[in-house]
C-alpha cells in the first residue's frame, strides 16, 4: 500500500494560483477527504495528484517514489468522478475491463478479475448491458468496479455521489466505504457536502480558498474548530461576537469570560486572543433552554432571551432565541424537552465546556 506526500505544492492556471506552497500527508491506508465550498481547489489539487495537471513547484510522492513527472497512466491510480465517465458504446464488462486490456493483462486473467469486481460492487448480472440500459448508481457501481479492478495502490474520487438521489447516495457511500477498507486503498476523496465528509473519512482536510483552513478526524474537526469559518461549515453552528475584556495570554482549553451585550460567558479559549472583539461558537445541540429567572447551575452561562420560533421534527425540536441586542441564537433538544412557544422569555444555558472563545 501507499502514502501520499504533497511537498510545497504550488498550482496555477496562467496568472491565478489556485494552491501555493502546501504541504500535505495522506497516510497508507486513509481514507482521507478534501471538503470545501466551491471554487476553494479540491478538484485541482485531486487532478494534480493524479497527474492530469502539472504543478508550477513542488514535488507530489506515492510512498517513496516520486510521482512528480510521471505520467497519469503510470501512477497506478484508480478513478472516479461525479459524471461516471463510462464509455457508452462499450458493455459494462469491456468498461471494467479496460484498464487491464491497456497494462496487458492475459485474456484469461481479465475475464476473471473483471468478473470478481462486478461481483463485490453488486454488478455481476449487467456484465453485458451498455451503460445507457442502466441507472446513475449502477453506473456509479461500475465506475467503483473500473476504478478497483487495476488494484490500484491511489484511489481518487471526486464529487462521486453529487448526482445520486438520497437513497441511492447512502448505498454508494456505503459500498465504496466498505470497499475501501476491505482493500486498504490509500484514498483521496473530494466533497463539498459535510455530512458525507464526516461519515465516510479517516481524516479531512478542510480548504478555505486554497488553503488547508484545518486538517484533522471528523470528531477533531466538530468538536473543535479552529476558527467560525471551520464551525460554520461543517455542522450548524451559532457564531457570536463577543468582546474580550482584556488582552490575555493563555493556554487553548484554558477558560475565559467574554461580554456577549451585558452578559457574561464563560467558555474555553480556543486561540491567542487580543482584547476587543472575538468569536464565540457553540453548536445548537449543546444548548439548552430554561423559564426566565430558573436556578443555573455549575459551569453554565445563561443569557437572557426571547423564543422567536420553535420547530418540531419529531426526534427534535429546535429554538430560536432573540436576545436584547438581536443577536438570534439557535437551539436543538431533544423532542421530549421542554418546550418553549414563540414569545416566551427563556434563559439561553451555555456549558463552559462546549462554548469556543476564537480569534477569527
Ligand atoms: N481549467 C481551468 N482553467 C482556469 N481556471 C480554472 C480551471 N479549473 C479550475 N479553475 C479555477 O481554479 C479554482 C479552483 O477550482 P476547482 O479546483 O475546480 O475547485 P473545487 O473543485 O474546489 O470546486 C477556481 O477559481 C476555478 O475557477
Ligand atoms: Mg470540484
Given amino acids: 500500500m501507499t502514502s501520499i506526500h504533497v511537498d510545497r505544492l504550488t498550482i496555477t492556471y496562467g496568472d491565478n494560483t489556485v494552491i501555493s506552497d502546501m504541504d500535505l500527508t495522506v497516510r497508507d491506508g486513509e481514507f482521507f477527504t478534501l471538503l470545501g465550498p466551491s471554487g476553494c481547489g479540491k478538484t485541482t489539487l485531486l487532478r494534480t495528484i493524479a497527474g492530469f495537471i502539472a504543478p508550477a513547484s513542488g514535488r507530489i510522492s506515492f510512498g517513496d517514489r516520486d510521482v512528480t513527472d510521471v505520467p497519469t497512466h503510470r501512477r497506478n491510480i484508480g478513478m472516479m468522478f461525479q459524471d461516471y465517465a463510462l464509455f457508452p458504446d462499450k458493455t459494462v464488462a469491456a468498461n471494467v475491463a479496460y484498464g487491464l486490456k491497456a497494462r496487458k493483462t492475459p485474456r484469461a486473467e481479465i475475464a476473471s478479475r473483471v468478473a470478481e469486481a462486478l461481483e463485490r460492487v453488486g454488478m455481476e448480472s449487467f456484465a453485458s448491458r451498455h451503460p445507457g440500459a442502466l441507472s446513475g448508481g449502477q453506473r456509479q457501481r461500475v465506475a467503483l468496479a473500473r476504478a478497483l ?86 455542522g450548524a453552528a451559532n457564531v457570536l ?37 472575538a468569536f464565540v461558537i457553540a453548536r445548537p445541540e449543546h444548548l439548552r433552554l430554561l423559564p426566565a429567572g430558573g436556578i443555573v447551575g455549575e459551569g453554565v452561562s445563561a443569557v437572557a432571551g426571547e423564543v422567536v420560533r420553535q420547530q418540531y421534527l419529531g426526534h427534535r425540536q429546535q429554538h430560536r432565541v432573540r436576545l436584547a441586542d438581536g443577536t438570534e441564537i439557535e437551539t436543538s433538544e431533544s423532542a421530549s424537552s421542554r418546550g418553549f412557544a414563540a414569545g416566551e422569555r427563556v434563559a439561553v444555558l451555555f456549558p463552559e465546556h462546549e462554548t469556543l472563545v476564537m480569534a477569527s
Avoid: C, W
Fill in 149 to 234: 479492478v487495476i488494484r490500484p495502490s491511489v484511489l481518487l474520487m471526486d464529487e462521486p455521489l453529487s448526482a445520486l438521489d438520497t437513497k441511492l447516495r447512502l448505498q454508494i457511500r456505503e459500498s465504496i466505504m466498505d470497499l475501501q477498507r476491505e482493500l486498504g486503498i490509500t484514498t483521496v476523496f473530494v466533497t463539498h457536502d459535510q455530512e458525507e465528509a464526516l461519515a465516510m473519512s479517516d481524516r479531512i482536510a478542510l480548504f478555505r480558498a486554497g488553503d488547508i483552513e484545518q486538517l484533522g478526524s471528523p470528531s477533531e474537526i466538530y468538536r473543535v474548530p479552529v476558527s467560525s469559518y471551520a464551525a460554520d461549515f461543517i
Fill in 241 to 277: 461576537r463577543v468582546t474580550v475584556p482584556a488582552a490575555s495570554a493563555g493556554e487553548a482549553g484554558e477558560s475565559i469570560t467574554v461580554a456577549l451585550g451585558n452578559t457574561s460567558l464563560r467558555g474555553l479559549r480556543r486561540t491567542e486572543l487580543a482584547a476587543g472583539e
